[in-house]
Nanobody, 115 residues
Framework: QVQLLESGGGLVQAGGSLRLSCVAFGSIFIINVMGWSRQAPGKQSELVGRIASDGDTNYAESVKGRFTIYRGDDKNTVYLKMNSMKPEDTAVYYC?????????WGKGTLVTISS
C-alpha cells in the first residue's frame, strides 16, 4: 500500500554532516507519522527522530541538538539532517511511515562515520 525510498547514506568524517531523505508513495493518509530509526551491528534498533503530520517532532536524547527531521513541501518526503556526526552514529538508518494500523519500513541506507 505504501512504499518508501531512502537515499543519502554514505561515508563521512567525524564532525561532518549528512542528509538522508525518504520519499513515501502509494496510498498515503493525511494523518501519519514518519521517522527514522537506526541499527548498529550487535545493537538493537533505536529511534532517531520522528515527525507527525501536525509537525510535532521527537528525537533520541543522543542526537538532540545535532539532528533535525523535517518534511518537504509535498509532505511525503522526510529529511534527516545530521550535523556534528560521531563514530557512534554509524548504523543502517531505516525510514518508517505509520498510518492507521499499518507501519511501513524502508530497506535502509548505510551511514558510516570515520574517526
Amino acid at each position: 500500500q505504501v512504499q518508501l525510498l531512502e537515499s543519502g547514506g554514505g561515508l563521512v568524517q567525524a564532525g561532518g554532516s549528512l542528509r538522508l531523505s525518504c520519499v513515501a508513495f502509494g496510498s498515503i493518509f493525511i494523518i501519519n507519522v514518519m521517522g527514522w530509526s537506526r541499527q548498529a551491528p550487535g545493537k538493537q534498533s533505536e529511534l532517531v527522530g520522528r515527525i507527525a503530520s501536525d509537525g510535532d517532532t521527537n528525537y533520541a536524547e543522543s542526537v538532540k541538538g545535532r539532528f533535525t527531521i523535517y518534511r518537504g513541501d509535498d509532505k511525503n518526503t522526510v529529511y534527516l539532517k545530521m550535523n556534528s556526526m560521531k563514530p557512534e552514529d554509524t548504523a543502517v538508518y531505516y525510514c518508517y511511515h505509520w498510518q492507521g494500523s499499518s507501519v511501513y519500513w524502508g530497506k535502509g541506507t548505510l551511514v558510516t562515520i570515520s574517526s
